[in-house]
């Protein structure tokens, strides 16, 4: 299987700051990946770094097997749709099909303009009076039109109203139903990410905590109850990611690759939601408000 | 043709919502033999999930021979499952009917009888697997 | 990507092009009329003896629209440096659609290359349209003025020829490489305006006189190229002599009147002031003229001059073009290392 997306402790500085460091990641292609984590955690750097719109202090990147920022035919390859999905103010839906037509050899102009209609998009008004939903319509329709096989997303539905994000969500996910699409985006909305993606990378604080397919991080995650002990005393194997303690009970989340047969445990299943917010609290945190959220 | 929704909410993993969905449709006779179901395009953009979700469901409903694609066409109903478990139906509703009326004579308000029929539910799942 | 970037451009060269162009008509018109008399007015002159004051009229007739014209053609590459150039890419920056085009099948080399190419040469079309129009209009007006304002004194040599396709070519480029360090459309606009007026007043006091070796002449002073009489002191003590060279249209850089020992003099000696009042009025014929000359003469006072000749105008055309056009590869240069190393 070919890989979509394959790092090898990749970084990023900017200044003194590191915005993306030891990042390595393999991920196959045909998934589609959600890339969660707090504000300035690396997601924009990461993506931008795999659409070649930044190029890394450190480290190296595949995407699809080509160097990010190698060429013109890599650039066709990935669609990129940036943040806040920007668009020429002055310019009007038309002109923008048309900027697509002529950057992009691969461009389907008949599928842009469906999409543009169906999505209720009048082709003769200027992007600058475009609500933001309609904005990030326009970005998607711009980046699926250009038939990459790869459409990254960085936080496109971040600033648009629920309706719009259900809308926009679908019209990814129909797009790569359609195309066969790998997609690689970025939320910080647990739901979405829950609902679209695969395959999951959460980033905090510039370091990648967990990455991998989303069944096998819900099938080998576990919340553990039980009365109150060390969780130092845990089998080989067993990796805590979150710990709370009350006076007499202890709760575990952990990472278990074997199931789970110490009785004194009640085991239960955790949900994505759960699972993420486990991993973006720090790890060592025993017992701070921050854990609240496990109970 | 069925329309599926999703339950964000309850727990159930997505492809196992859309599979007990195509199921209780063919048991109440909203999908016969024949039938097409909706192409894994259709349903993306109508519940924005993961294509691979719809895939997935379709393969397990497929592994079971309720449905079978037909490479080109659609994916179709091969087979119902009204006809042999719905004659039954009565008679289990009937008993079940009693034991409920046993249990509110006993006491029992409506969330101890949910707890109680749930806890059972599963010791007696988990039972059948063990 | 020219699609783009002529869609993008098209309102503001339509609005350049179109003032150009409605200016360069009013031009032909009144150029024609202004060619005209003044070839019927040196003609009666030359037939009635004395030019002079035909020459002195005639210039002064048409200070206004002469200096007018030269401010526009000397302003227009400011001006496209600055709405033009600045904000080319800072605006972009500033809006992020840098990112939408960025992440189209192209890469950000050719987008520079293309944006800078197109917009650059329009800009250099625009200044070059504008000052032959101006230079051909004024072509009477700077040979009747060869040696009170000649073509190479700096504000006629930036107005004319070929000056403001360099100039408009830097300030472009400029513009451009301003705008992506600064990354902001209005202050890229500013600096951008700073470098260029900078550059416009220290290149001719200090850059463009030393580009080839000016000539030194010692000259005695007559009656016929004795053109002027200034005061060089407050107190109207000290005397400045203004002379002329023999090739007319000379930029005359420095002009000292010399001693016997051939050191300048700090000030003409205290007879000097009785001639004052008539050696330019007079006569050369009067004998109290003629006295005062042959005395300065006598004394060994000369006028020693430095100066560019006439002759050399298209040679520091060229040149000055070439200056500017170095320095307009030399920011393009940047400009696309800037972009591929660390605009990002």
């Known amino acids: 299987m070919t890989t979509l997306l394959r790092t090898r402790e990749l970084g990023k500085r900017y200044r003194r700051r590191w915005a993306l460091r030891d990042c390595t990641l393999d991920i196959p292609a045909g998934r589609i990946v959600g890339l969660v984590g707090p504000n300035g955690a690396g997601k924009s750097t990461l993506l931008n770094i795999a659409a070649g719109q930044l190029a890394p202090s450190a480290g190296s990147i595949e995407v699809l097997g080509g160097h990010p920022a190698s060429g013109p035919a890599q650039l066709a390859k990935v669609g990129f749709v940036a943040q806040d999905t920007p668009a020429y103010a002055a310019l009007t839906v038309a002109d923008h099909l048309r900027l697509g037509a002529r950057l992009n050899p691969r461009w389907d102009a008949a599928a842009a303009r469906n999409r543009i209609e169906r999505v209720g998009l009048d082709p003769a008004q200027r992007t600058g009076t475009l609500s933001g939903g309609q904005r990030a319509q326009l970005a998607l329709t711009l980046g699926v039109a250009k038939r990459p096989e790869l459409l990254i997303l960085d936080e496109p539905v971040a600033a648009v109203d629920p309706l719009a994000r259900r809308e926009f969500l679908q019209g990814l996910m129909e797009a790569a139903a359609e195309y066969e699409l790998s997609v690689l985006l970025s939320s910080h909305l647990v739901t979405d990410v829950e609902r679209v993606c695969d395959y999951l990378v959460v980033l905090v604080d510039s370091h990648v905590r967990v990455a991998g397919d989303v069944d096998e991080l819900l099938s080998s995650h576990h919340r553990l109850t039980g009365p109150r002990r060390d969780p130092g005393t845990l089998p080989a194997g067993q990796h805590v990611v979150s710990v709370s303690h009350t006076e007499r009970q202890t709760t575990l989340l952990l990472r278990a690759e074997s199931p789970i047969h110490d009785p004194a445990w009640t085991v239960s299943r955790v949900g994505l939601e759960d699972l993420v917010l486990a991993y973006l609290s720090p790890p060592t945190a025993a017992g701070r408000p921050a854990l609240e959220v496990l109970r | ?130 | 990507m020219i699609w783009l970037t002529w869609r993008q451009f098209r309102v503001q060269a339509a609005v350049v092009f179109g003032a150009i162009v409605a200016l360069a008509v009013v031009l032909v018109v009144t150029g024609r009329e202004l060619a005209d008399s003044y070839a019927a007015g040196l003609a009666a002159c030359t037939a009635s003896g004395g030019c002079s004051a035909f020459l002195t009229n005639f210039l002064r007739d048409h200070d206004a629209q002469y200096y007018g014209l030269a401010a526009v053609t000397m302003a227009l590459p400011g001006i496209l440096g600055v709405f033009w150039g600045a904000p080319l890419v800072s605006r972009e920056l500033e809006t992020g659609t840098h990112r939408l085009v960025w992440s189209q099948s192209i890469t950000r080399t050719r987008w520079l290359a293309v944006k800078l190419g197109l917009v650059g040469l329009a800009s250099m079309l625009a200044a070059g349209l504008l000052s032959l129009a101006v230079s051909w209009w004024a072509t009477p007006l700077d040979e009747a003025g060869a040696s009170a304002r000649p073509r190479l004194s700096p504000v006629v040599f930036a107005a004319r020829d070929l000056a403001p396709i360099g100039y408009v070519a830097f300030a472009f480029v400029v513009g451009v490489a301003v705008g992506m360090l600064v990354r902001r459309a209005l202050p890229a606009m500013a600096v951008t305006l700073a470098i260029f007026v900078a550059l416009q007043i220290a290149v001719p006091l200090w850059v463009r006189p030393s580009l080839l070796p000016p000539v030194e002449a010692t000259v005695a002073i007559t009656p016929e190229n004795l053109r002027g009489i200034g005061m060089s002191s407050p107190d109207g003590t000290a005397r400045e002599l203004t002379i002329a060279v023999e090739e007319s249209g000379s930029w005359i850089l420095d002009s000292d009147t010399v001693g016997a020992d051939g050191a300048p003099v700090g000030a003409l000696p205290a007879w000097f002031s009785e001639c004052d009042p008539i050696m330019l009025t007079g006569p050369p014929t009067d004998p109290a003229v003629r006295n005062c000359f042959d005395r300065l003469a006598e004394e060994g006072y000369r006028q020693h001059i430095t100066y560019h000749p006439g002759s050399r105008y298209w040679t520091f055309q060229w040149l000055e073009v070439a200056l500017y056009g170095a320095a307009t590869l030399a920011a393009a240069g940047f400009a696309f290392w800037w972009l591929r190393k660390r605009l990002c």
């Open chain 2, 1 to 130: 043709m069925i329309e599926f929704h999703l339950d964000a909410r309850s727990g159930v993993s997505p492809y196992l919502q859309l599979v007990r969905q195509v199921r209780q449709a063919l048991r109440l006779g909203l999908l016969r033999e024949g039938d097409q179901l909706p192409t894994v395009k259709d349903v993306v953009a109508r519940l924005a999930i993961n294509p691979n979700t719809v895939l997935k469901a379709y393969r397990e409903l497929e592994h079971e021979g309720l449905i079978a694609a037909r490479p080109g066409v659609g994916t179709f109903v091969t087979r119902t499952l009204s006809d042999a478990s719905l004659a039954a139906h009565g008679h289990l509703r009937h008993e079940l009917r009693r034991w409920l009326s046993r249990a509110r004579q006993a006491g029992l308000d409506d969330e101890s009888i949910e707890a109680l029929f749930m806890t059972t539910f599963r010791a007696a799942a988990e039972e059948d697997i063990a």
